[in-house]
């Protein structure tokens, strides 16, 4: 009878061959993310490297490689994570719902972990064209959802169009979107106001007249 060749162990934590080995470790990716953005906040882009990371934690260097091949790809994903609970509210009307979001979002914006990363990651990408491309196409994009999701809650209310040409839809949901993270962000980390209700109630109704007047203003003329 041949003898049993015995395959080494894969490291902890490691991504494994197809089929065999242990599964990437949810509880590994949380520590490292939540100790990118701890560093991220104390020590500012410059000063976060891969190693203290590692370190932080309490993983091998080689199992955050594996994960994250590069710096930027870590700290974009790091900070895209503190945006996932951030949920579309279906309240019943276009303004509690916009109200109840931009809450959210204000609320995880003044957190200060949530400022210093969004700040030093902002900061280089105005340097850095690939940075700031990934930071459109991890973070910025994939929280329009909340948008369209929203939009979609007033149509079915019939509180505004929905027989509106699909491009200008599409042009539409940019321009909330941006409105809306412009405002709160600008709000919070760049004049250092907070979010207070006499602001949200202000800005939700500009918000209502800029959504009313869009789908009023951009219909084309009729045959």
């Not at 020590?43 to 993983?59: I, N």
């Not at 790809?73 to 309240?91: I, N, P, R, S, T």
């Not at 204000?106 to 400022?115: C, I, M, T």
Request: hydrophobic share 45%; glycine share 8%; with cysteine.
């Amino acid at each position: 009878m041949a003898p049993t060749t015995r395959q080494p162990a894969p490291e902890d934590g490691a991504a494994p061959p197809r089929g065999k080995g242990r599964p990437r470790s949810a509880a590994a990716d949380r520590a490292i993310l939540d100790a990118t953005r701890e560093a991220l906040a104390e020590l500012g882009w410059g000063g976060l490297t891969m190693g203290d990371v590692a370190t932080r934690a309490g993983v091998a260097k080689t199992t955050l490689y594996r994960r994250w091949p590069s710096k930027n790809d870590l700290v974009v994903d790091a900070v895209a994570g503190l945006f996932d609970d951030l949920e579309m509210a279906d309240l019943g009307s276009l303004r509690a719902d916009i109200g109840a979001t931009v809450t959210q979002f204000a609320d995880l914006l003044a957190r200060p972990e949530s400022q210093a990363a969004l700040l030093a990651l902002f900061a280089e990408g105005s340097r850095d064209p690939d940075l700031r491309r990934r930071i459109r196409e991890r973070i910025v994009d994939p929280q329009k959802h909340l948008v369209r999701t929203g939009r979609a809650h007033a149509q079915a209310r019939g509180e505004i169009r929905s027989d509106v040409d699909p491009r200008i839809a599409c042009e539409e949901i940019d321009l909330v979107f941006d409105m809306i993270a412009g405002a709160v962000e600008h709000r919070l980390l760049v004049a250092g106001e907070p979010v207070t209700p006499r602001w949200l109630d202000r800005f939700t109704t500009l918000m209502l007249g800029a959504l009313t007047g869009l789908a009023e203003d951009v219909q084309p003329p009729a045959p």
